[in-house]
């Protein structure tokens, strides 16, 4: 299976940026399973792959795009989605949520990334395209360390370094320097307010409130963390 194929299939066309991000390999990620992390992650941490770092985010191969597009297209899928909406995903969560290209609302050129969640009848707008989805991700990356699993500040400097490598290609010249400038950054611990009072510690190079005038600065999108139903069922 090609994206040509996926694309003759389903009726659609890849944005020219994912199609060349295939075209330099940035989809490679091989074949997931149990010792995906074990074996092949090692190999790709050199050269990251799309978002290879970023947090909660899992690179769909064209083999597993194919797979998840024929599961949100069957009319028995349990999330029984609306079909005025083609959804076409090529990452997931964790969990199983889709990370989506928004084929149905394209316009201008320009096809919107949403989250497809899979146990609530809700999609979020995440980006107006993929360009700016990743620069957000990025952006997101430089702002999280993953104290969690133990990563290092030599590593997460690390990881950020060799990420900015493969991907800045991809990105404006003045998105390029706002990351490299960020980079260039001492590590901070700061504090993320939480409902009821509660707040979280966070590491990283910049704030949560940096990240968003960040945003605001060089991706708006008034329909940016929006929320709409994606199936008509029940």
Known sequence: ????????????SYPPLYKR????????????????????????????????????????????????????ADA?????????????????TGAGDHYCFFASRQQ???????????DQNEAQYLAKNLHD???????????????YNEVSDEEFR?????????????????QGEVLQALLARDLIDYEVPLPKGRKEVHRGLLTDIELARLREQFIPYDKFDSYFAYSTAG
């Open 1 to 12: 299976m090609t994206l040509s194929q996926i694309e003759d299939s389903h009726g659609f």
């Open 21 to 72: 991000l295939a075209q330099d390999g940035m989809l490679e990620v091989g074949e997931y399973g149990p010792d995906w992390y074990r074996l092949v992650f090692p190999t790709l941490k050199e050269h990251p792959t799309l978002l290879l770092h970023a947090d909660d985010f899992e690179l769909l191969n064209v083999k597993g795009v194919a797979e998840a597009m024929e599961e949100l």
């Open 76 to 92: 028995g899928d349990y999330r029984q989605i609306d079909p005025a909406f083609q959804f076409i995903p090529f990452a997931q």
């Open 108 to 118: 201008d050129g320009e096809m919107p990334i949403v989250l497809l969640w899979h």
């Open 133 to 147: 989805f990743m620069f957000h991700m990025l952006l997101h990356a430089m702002a999280d360390q993953d104290t």
């Open 158 to 174: 690390d990881q950020l370094e060799k990420t900015l490598t493969t991907h800045a290609r991809y990105l404006t010249p003045q």
